[in-house]
């Protein structure tokens, strides 16, 4: 294990119930491997869908967002600020494959494509038991608040 739960709330503020990532388990030469245990008892499970839970699809990309910014910060070796904020800039070649529901441990393995002027270029991967779930091209902007 590289980072544990209270490292990864070292350098992502997001806090329950959207915090999407658990663990980090490898960051080497601009790539990241980490995961979520998915449970009954995630809140979005009470809408969708109560008898069917589902993981919405929007969330697998936050959580690969969420990986992506713990590889830039490690990488770049940067604890974000409260001055300090990483926004999508763009989502690309988004694909669902697989439903992920409760029991699943969602796998994410994030590479990091492209950076120029706090402008990151990702390609991720989401996956359960090795099986595809989701993956996507996105963009991510560092913006200082002002």
């Known amino acids: 294990m590289l980072m544990n739960i209270d490292e990864i709330r070292r350098y992502l503020p997001h806090r329950y119930p959207f915090l999407l990532v ?31 839970p589902v993981m919405p699809g929007v969330l697998i990309i936050e ?54 002027r706090g402008i990151y270029k990702y390609r991720g991967i989401a996956s359960v038991d090795s099986e595809l779930a989701a993956e996507a091209e996105f963009l991510c902007a560092l913006r200082i608040k002002p």
């Open 63 to 116: 959580a690969l967002a969420q990986a992506a910014a713990l590889l830039s910060c490690k990488t770049e070796d940067v604890i974000p600020t409260e001055e300090s904020v990483v926004l999508y800039a763009g989502i690309d070649k988004a694909r669902f494959k697989r439903q992920v529901i409760p029991g699943d441990r969602l796998m994410f393995d994030v590479e990091l494509l492209q950076s120029k």
């Open 22 to 52: 658990d663990r980090v388990e490898e960051i080497k030469d601009g790539h990241i491997i980490a995961y979520k245990n998915i449970t009954v008892n995630e809140p979005f499970f009470n809408g969708h869908f109560p008898h069917h």
